[in-house]
């Protein structure tokens, strides 16, 4: 594993756009595995800088989301669908057509899954997938459990994740209880991990994740079974 520690989230945010625009140049038409939250932004921002400069072409790459909240519709402001378009999708020139969230509004969560991961399959998987971790750990909304779970499926979020991403609702109350994941099948399978963290309140998750024991309660800590995952780190 390639374990990066950096100084600044903007040190961290240009690694990462390094990384993912040299899998654009290196395979145009590569699948993107995409993840929302705090983490990306700054990443996603250099990545529209360098697209914008005519430096970096999307323009064959498809995108896959690892996740949606249950009951929110692409055009809700906290929904992730509606948070790719806005903080990327609409400032490169990606094909929107092949970007690609899990529904988190089908009728069938369990459906929309199976859908999904064919989805994935019939692309020939993922390239590069984007993670962040949450401070239980959680990939995606993988959240601990006592398995890893493969397909993508519906998920009870915990109430740490609960907490910590009320910040982007008006109260607690708001934010969805459930949200549909990318499972960890597809996650494992992708070539090639890029994990970005940043703060002091991910330090010891992290430590857990990847120097512990690999363990669904931690489930990040299945990546240690990856040969090929990078990880960058900005405690400030
Ligand atoms: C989001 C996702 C989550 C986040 C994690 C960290 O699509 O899959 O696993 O990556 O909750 O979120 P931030 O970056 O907001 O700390």
Redesign the pocket.
């Known amino acids: 594993m390639n374990y990066i520690v950096v100084d600044t989230y903007e040190e961290l945010g240009k690694k990462a756009s390094n990384i993912i625009a040299s899998q654009v140049i290196m395979k145009p038409n590569c699948v993107l595995g995409l993840?929302?939250?705090?983490?990306?932004l700054g990443t996603y921002k250099y990545l529209a800088e360098m697209c914008a400069a005519g430096e970096l072409d999307f323009s064959g790459v498809t995108s896959v989301?690892?996740?949606e909240y249950a009951g929110l519709d692409g055009s809700h402001e906290q929904s992730?669908r509606y948070f790719m378009d806005t903080n990327l999708f609409s400032k490169i020139n990606i094909d929107r057509d092949k970007t690609f969230v899990p529904s988190g509004i089908a009728e069938d969560l369990e459906k929309e899954g199976q859908e999904y991961d064919r989805l994935i399959e019939g692309l020939g998987g993922i390239d590069l997938q984007l993670?962040?971790?949450?401070v239980d750990g959680?990939?995606?909304?993988n959240e601990p459990d006592s398995v890893f779970t493969a397909e993508t499926h519906a998920v009870e979020l915990d109430e740490s994740?609960i907490e910590?991403?009320a910040r982007f609702f008006s109260s607690k109350d708001e934010v969805p209880r459930w949200a549909i994941?990318m499972g960890m099948k597809s996650i494992i399978q992708a070539k090639k991990i890029l994990l970005i963290?940043n703060g002091q309140n991910?330090k010891a998750i992290l430590e857990k994740a990847f120097n512990g024991p690999v363990d669904p309660m931690v489930p990040a800590s299945i990546l240690q079974l990856h040969p090929d995952v990078t990880v960058i780190f900005s405690e400030n």
């Open positions: 993840a929302t939250g705090s983490t990306p989301n690892l996740d992730y993670l962040g971790i949450g959680h990939i995606g909304f994740t910590a991403n994941t963290a991910k």
